[in-house]
């Protein structure tokens, strides 16, 4: 039959084959409950979907460059072997969940590097041309108690875990990134370039912390929960977008998390995605 002897006329692409079929049956079982008992500090379930992911990323990996005249069809292999490795990433990412506490620990976590933007912010003024300082400054005020509020209920439910505190910090992550939203709008209207580009840099900063926290504290909340979480949003993520340098937000996630920036990549692109289909 064709397919049997396409597993040795294409022996790792059947691999990859197999690899994320795996990923996406352990997902499945993952989100049944079903974790086949512990494995060190997690689950067997967890164990093998990230053994299958890192397979299938050696597999997907960058072709040998002595290999340079091997034909096209070998480029289109490994090209697909590199999308598997996307897809893959992302259902691990997505399937493999995680709890409101860590979410919680994971805003405190990110707190330093916030509260080291807004100083950034606060201190970014004095760049700009005089006539559009007061701009900037009107755009950016606030950004100070909103951080520190957001950390304060996150430290609160990491104390009392609770419906009604994640209530309250469901409401201020929207809160303060719809601020950060609004601040991008104002300060593009900054007519002088060169002060544009600086308000326009120091909020991004801002801007891909809070896009992160909220992408956390919507990965547990409930489907009510968030469609009123995007309700409240007025100044949709499609809006700004074209105001934010991926780049710099794939750098801060990597250096957060202290992953490839492959991976930083992935992870930013699923949290936009999963934010914009949300509505927000």
């Known amino acids: 039959m064709n397919f049997i002897s396409n597993i040795w006329k294409y022996p790792k692409t059947s ?6 079929a795996v990923v996406t049956i352990a997902g499945v079982l993952s989100q049944q409950g079903i974790s086949l008992g512990k494995a060190g500090s997690g689950t067997v379930i967890s164990l093998i979907t990230a053994l299958a992911t890192a397979l299938l990323g050696l597999l997907a990996r960058d072709p040998d460059p002595s290999a340079s005249q091997q034909v096209s069809g070998s480029a289109s292999q490994q090209a697909k072997l590199g999308a598997w490795m996307l897809i893959a990433l992302l259902l691990s990412s997505t399937l493999t969940g995680c709890s409101a506490a860590s979410v919680a ?3 405190v976590n990110w ?13 970014t003024a004095s760049l700009l041309a005089p006539m559009d300082a007061p701009i900037f400054a009107a755009a950016t005020t606030g950004f100070d108690a909103a951080a520190n509020l957001l950390e304060v209920q996150a430290k609160a439910y990491l104390a009392n875990p609770s419906a009604s505190i994640l209530a309250r910090l469901q409401a201020q992550v929207v809160t303060f ?18 002060s544009q580009k600086h308000a ?3 909020i991004q900063a801002v801007a891909t912390i809070v896009n992160a926290m909220l992408a956390l504290v919507e990965s547990v909340s409930s ?7 995007a309700q409240a949003a007025q100044i949709k993520l499609a809006a700004i977008e074209p105001l934010l340098d991926s780049n710099q937000a794939v750098a801060m996630v990597a250096a957060h998390y202290d992953v490839p920036v492959a991976e930083a990549q992935v992870q930013v692109a699923l949290a936009e995605r999963m934010e914009m289909q949300a509505g927000f």
């Open 111 to 123: 707190t330093p590097s916030l509260e080291s933007a807004i100083a950034t912010v606060d201190s």
């Open 177 to 194: 990134q719809q601020q950060v939203n609004s601040s991008l709008l104002a300060v593009v209207k900054i007519a002088d370039s060169a």
């Open 105 to 107: 620990q994971d805003i």
């Open 223 to 229: 489907k009510a929960a968030v469609a009123h979480m």
């Open 200 to 202: 326009l840099s120091a």
């Open 15 to 20: 691999a990859a084959g197999v690899l994320i």
